[in-house]
């Protein structure tokens, strides 16, 4: 019997904010500010060199998010915040060259959430297939008129949905809501909660089965069973928290700066 396949897996900060603390932990922590990192996760083994998220947007597409956020925040507080900072070396393709890899050499992109601080990178990346919910691609394509959506370009920057709709449509795999597996031995499935396109990506590593998703901002949301502030549902946040203490032993939340703390090599596996 061959071995399991096992991955590593390194985090790459994206990026750095501040938001309102109600927006991470619903009816817990009402005041105050709470610092977010964006973290994209590098995951290499068995052939394959991948992706989970690709960073925020630059130019026209990174400036439209920051006033989105920034617009939003002030309304909601009173206060100035949920500013976006990106450094240059923070950008996907910077921070894979830092390693000595460049973009061609990506095989595979996993993206969750369909928003543009995830997807703002998804166009530098020729040879990769690109995994995303197919719930997700036909909310955004389709959406339900009664239920009010994030602006079409807050989800994708245009030139990232151009490319996607054009250049890159032979390299998409749109991932069922059922349990998957887009690469050999990670398993995926919709958890929802955050997102109509929030995913849950379970990828085993020599430290164990590590859970990635969008829908769990900070350690806490999952070690306290509190769902997000920004939650589409409370019930899916509750599943998911379950299923992932059944089936990971280790979670990487997608915004917690904590992950430099516990994870001080920033590699895992």
Known sequence: MSPSPTYRITALAMGETRVPAAEVFWMTQLAGWLPLTF???LIEGNGRRALLNTGFPSGPAFQRLHDHWTTWAKAATGEVGHIPV???Q??????LRARGMEPESITDVLVTPLTSYATGGLDQFPNAR???SRRGWLDFHAPDPEVPQLPR???FPPDVLRHLIF????RLSFLPDETSEPLPGIRAWFCGA???SSMCFIVPTAAGRVALTDAIFHYRNHEERIPLGL???IEEHHRLYARVSRESDLILPLYDPAVAQRHPSLVIG
Do not use: C, G, K, N
């Open 39 to 41: 973290w994209a996760f």
């Open 86 to 88: 990106v450094s240059a």
């Open 90 to 95: 923070q950008r996907i393709v910077p921070s």
């Open 130 to 132: 690109i995994h995303l």
């Open 153 to 155: 370009d807050i989800i």
């Open 167 to 170: 250049d890159a449509a032979p």
């Open 194 to 196: 955050h997102h109509r």
């Open 231 to 233: 939650s589409e549902s």
